[in-house]
């Protein structure tokens, strides 16, 4: 019942103020292969989770080993572990079936829709303006961002300059090689890349100019589908503005709909899941690498070093409108 209801107040939010909403089903499913008898396996993978504009019950999950829920401490993402001491198979297989609404995120008032306001407390705004290990708050980047934000007042003022040079400048390119890593200094040089290449150039200079941003990263579903495989993430950014909260933004977006160049601008549209924020993570419990650039996959160890040997299949249904029932299976 306050599954239900939880979900009827979620529409008719969306409803009130002509905001968009999307139900639908989303597995999280993958193997890890290649493993022989005996040898030490850690898995850790990300748990979606229900926030002020997505609505997450757990369907159902299929897992080979047990799992554990955990919490990353720095950015409060929850995470699914499990471990065998020594393997006893060859492949172990999950799947995490996920049941969404996903709402429509208004960030600034426009067209006569409201923004829902999120705050921060001074600790997280402080967390947002330092550096990751990609991403530099001081040096050549922070100089670019000088001269881009002269003469404009305002966090919202800078913000939108800071914006519109990443979106002029750069061009989703996922040719060779660089890409996807979120290092800022290379996009910034090579001026290309997706939406973690984008959304780290834009972060390093926001934070260069004392304004906190912060990286969250989930999948996309296609406005045109209604099912199919989802072959990669998404990524998107947010920024911290005393009057307005947080943010959001999505400049790869806006590059492949330039149309939409001003609403990505403080919205998002409900065709994405979201299931982390932040960069170099540190799981819990500890991983023996060194913390994950960003956490949208599994990650796993065998005997205390990465393992690479995993295939992932992600997939999306759309729920037919008074179906609240997500499949039992895949």
């Known amino acids: 019942m306050r599954r239900m209801l939880a979900v009827l107040l979620l529409l008719l939010s969306g409803c009130a103020f002509g905001q968009q909403s999307r139900h639908f089903t989303f597995h999280y499913a993958f193997s890890v292969r290649g493993i022989k008898p005996g040898q030490k396996v850690e898995i850790w993978f990300p748990e979606a989770h229900s926030d002020d504009f997505q609505d997450v019950k757990i369907a159902s999950i299929t897992s080979a080993l047990p799992l ?50 999120l ?29 881009i934000v002269q003469g404009k007042n305002g966090t919202m003022e800078k913000a939108r300059a800071l914006y ?3 979106f002029s400048t750069m061009r989703y ?11 800022a200094e290379w996009a910034c040089d090579s001026k290309r890349g997706n939406c973690t290449d984008f959304h ?44 307005n909260g947080w943010v959001p933004i999505d400049i790869s977006e806006a590059w492949k709909a330039p149309a939409r160049k001003d609403y990505y601008f403080g919205d998002y549209d409900a065709n994405r899941v ?10 819990a419990p500890k991983q023996a690498g060194e913390p994950l650039n960003y956490f949208v996959y599994p990650y796993v160890e065998v005997d205390g070093k990465k393992w690479e040997n995993v295939v992932n299949a992600f997939s999306f249904a759309d729920v037919k409108a008074g179906d609240r029932t997500a499949p039992a299976g895949r």
């Open 173 to 183: 390119d996922k040719t060779g090689t660089g890409w996807g890593r979120g290092d």
């Open 274 to 283: 979201q299931f982390a924020m932040g960069r170099d993570l540190v799981l």
């Open 200 to 243: 780290s150039v834009f972060i390093s200079m926001a934070r260069s100019q004392g304004i906190p941003s912060r990286f969250a990263i989930g999948f996309p579903l296609p406005a045109a589908r209604d099912a199919g495989e989802i072959p990669g993430y998404h990524c998107w950014a947010e920024f911290y503005d005393p009057q």
């Open 164 to 166: 519109d040079y990443v």
């Open 119 to 147: 705050k921060a407390s001074l600790r997280e705004l402080h967390q947002y303006l330092g550096a990751d290990r990609l991403v530099p708050v001081t040096g050549r980047l922070a100089g670019m961002a000088v001269p």
């Open 68 to 117: 554990k829920q955990t919490r990353e401490t720095k950015h409060g993402n929850r995470v699914y572990y499990a471990h065998a001491q020594k393997a006893a198979a060859g492949e172990y297989r999950f799947d995490v079936a996920y049941d969404v609404v996903r709402q429509e995120r208004i960030g600034l008032a426009h067209d006569g829709l409201q923004p829902h306001l």
